[in-house]
């Protein structure tokens, strides 16, 4: 994981520095928005109602220094009739503009709420809809799939990306429309009070886009360096934190500290820049933007003289300057938010899009049966394996297990032993069709395995693993896990079964005591017996048993071996094992090497045989 954050962006890398950051772009945007707007689609009269809401909203806001000019203009002229001997202000008047303004101003947040209840709406039910397919996905994927990525990949498609997508989704939207909306709006207000006026305020425009886009180039550089640096940074922290003792242990402290400052001051460097950079464009367009309102009060001061204007519109004509390049700032930041939300958009569209594998068998496996046929049940399986001219390889150009033929009967002990990457594990999952053959076939009980779903096909068997799982949660529920449908009497038992049930009495609360996520609050033979209990209630007819004991002190063991001893009775099994000692009664023990079945038969015809086994078994004996 270190190297993926010295390589990514890093845990804080995804912010943005005042909406100039450069965004993370996607490869195809338009193929991507085109998917999005179909994927939107079932949602489309909200969004519809979202965009009149929004734009209502800001006409309404867009209207309002106008009417404050009227007011103004109201004033104005009420006092230089006091100084002519005339009525002077009309209070009435003022008043009924400021009401009705009132008005406008609470129509146009009345609108803005609802807009925004109903944006909010649809981006939550969107990244739920996506989460619940990204879910619903990741069971129908192959499992080759994710022998190439890895983990934080996935999770981040799930997690980031999704969050990403609906977070910039809900703001782009509703800023799109009412930035769009409040620049043709200004503009028409501004050209309906003064022509001249207007072409003066937009000239200002293309220079501070020309100074702008100069500095821009310059700080985004900077940025990409500075998330770089960032990610480097947060890389050898991690690394440091969770190597901490093979760290001190070799006496790198120095050289730790010496790498981290270097790569510190690398990021304090480039980050300085780019905030320093980025800082700079508000002064600029600032400053720009007053020199325009000096030339726009001293014209507007002679066009109101010459009787061309009123006051109360130069008023209103410098607030809607002022408002006009605020949309302009935002539709920046809109595109750069919406580059990194198509490209979170285009992570899960591409992980929603994966291949997958077939759920479903074409043919199913048939049993007659009272005259007719019917579709065969997990229920119906005894436990006969047969492995005929299997051929496979993780990649097609690499076949790892050549021509491997066997056969199981129900109820035997199948022991497969093998040096390491002599494919004992890549037949098991061949066998619960994790992978598909590239030839050859499998059958149970005379019945292909490709005949069932695979959902039934895995009811059959059941799996203790050398890597525990399990769950934040009672023990009760953890077991239970292998059987939903069990009563507390019948997890009770299996408990017992597997040697469980002593050691949960000493628990603080028995079998409602919860273990923490990482199950650390139990020992490891502990965990190993719990997956085993777990097993027994599942009650599967075919047991997988994957170097069950590897991890465990000889005592633990043998307290295993006995619950293993009671899961296996009258159930096929097949075990994989580096220890030998621990597979002498098996009823046939076969031994690969490089994904070849070199050796098969009983240990002692095997020992007799003197062959590769027997050189396995004599050399851990002696270093026993």
């Known amino acids: 994981m270190a190297n993926n954050h010295r390589r990514g962006r890093g845990p804080m890398g995804g912010g943005m520095h005042g909406g100039m950051n450069p965004a993370e772009k996607a490869k195809d945007f338009k193929g991507t928005m085109k998917k999005l707007f179909h994927y939107l689609g079932s949602y489309k009269i909200g969004l519809a109602a979202v965009l009149i809401f929004a734009a209502a909203s ?50 146009s947040a009345v609108l803005s709420f609802i807009q925004g209840l109903i944006m909010s709406t649809i981006t939550q039910k969107v990244g739920y809809k996506m989460r619940d397919e990204i879910s619903k996905k990741i069971h129908r994927l192959p499992m080759n799939f994710f022998d190439k990525r890895q983990t934080g990949d996935v ?84 690394e440091t934190f969770s190597g901490s003792i093979v760290v001190q242990a070799f006496n790198h402290e120095e050289d730790n500290i010496k790498e981290f400052e270097n790569s510190n001051s690398k990021l304090y460097s480039s980050a300085w820049k780019s905030q320093f950079l980025s800082g700079l464009m508000m002064p600029i367009m600032q400053f720009i933007g ?68 077939q759920q479903t068998a074409e043919n199913h496996a048939e049993i007659y049966e009272n005259g007719s046929h019917r579709k065969v049940t997990p229920d119906d399986i005894i436990g006969n394996v047969t492995f005929k001219n299997v051929c496979f390889g993780y990649n097609p150009d690499k076949i790892i297990i050549k021509n491997f033929s066997s056969q199981v009967k129900q109820g035997q002990k199948i022991a497969i032993v093998g040096p390491t990457g002599a ?23 005379n019945y292909n395995v490709t005949d069932f779903d695979r959902s039934e096909l895995r009811e059959v068997f059941g799996m203790v693993l050398q890597d525990t799982w ?24 299996a408990a017992k079964a597997a040697h469980v049930h002593s050691f949960v009495q000493t628990l603080p609360d028995g079998y409602n005591m919860v273990l923490n996520e990482e199950a650390s609050n139990v020992s490891q033979g502990q965990k190993q017996l719990l997956t085993i209990a777990r097993t027994i209630l599942a009650d599967p007819k075919i047991l997988i048993l994957d170097e069950a004991t590897s991890s465990v002190d000889t005592r633990t063991e043998i307290q295993i071996q006995k619950a293993m001893d009671n899961l296996m009775q009258g159930r096929t099994s097949f075990i994989i094992a580096h220890r030998l000692s621990t597979i002498k009664n098996a009823d046939l023990i076969l031994v690969m090497k490089d994904g070849d079945i070199v050796e098969q038969g009983t240990h002692d015809e095997l020992i007799a045989k003197g062959g590769f086994y027997a050189n396995l078994y004599n050399s851990q004996f002696e270093a026993a």
């Open 58 to 107: 800001t006409i309404f806001t867009i209207v309002g220094p106008k009417i404050l000019g009227n007011a103004t203009t109201e004033i104005f002229n009420g006092v230089m009739s006091k100084f002519s001997g005339g009525s002077g202000i009309n209070f009435g008047a003022i008043g009924q503009i400021l009401i009705f303004l009132i008005c406008i101003y609470i129509l």
């Open 155 to 238: 999770l981040s498609v799930i997690t980031n990306d999704v969050d990403t997508f609906t977070t910039g989704l809900n703001q782009c939207s509703t800023q799109l429309i009412t930035s769009v909306t409040t620049i043709i709006g200004i503009l028409i207000m501004m050209f309906s009070m003064d022509v001249i006026l207007t072409l003066i305020a937009l000239i200002t425009l293309p220079i501070s886009f020309f100074i702008i886009s100069k500095v821009i180039k310059k700080s985004q550089k900077h940025f990409t360096n500075q998330q770089n640096y960032l990610g480097e940074v947060n890389g050898q922290i991690e």
């Open 290 to 357: 007053n020199l325009s309102y000096v030339v726009i009060a001293v014209l507007g001061g002679y066009f109101a003289i010459s009787g061309r204007i009123t006051v109360g519109n130069i008023q209103s004509f410098i607030q809607y300057v002022r408002q006009f390049t605020q949309p302009i700032q935002q539709i920046a930041q809109i595109s750069n938010m919406m580059q990194s939300m198509a490209a979170a958009a285009e992570r899960v569209f591409i992980f929603l899009e994966e291949e997958e594998e």
């Open 423 to 445: 494919g004992k594990t890549t037949i098991v999952k061949l066998l619960m069709r994790f992978y598909d053959l590239n030839s050859g076939s499998i059958y149970i009980d």
């Open 470 to 493: 399990l769950f934040n949660g009672t023990i009760m529920e953890n077991i239970r896990y292998g059987n939903l449908n069990a009563s507390d009497e019948e997890v009770i038992k």
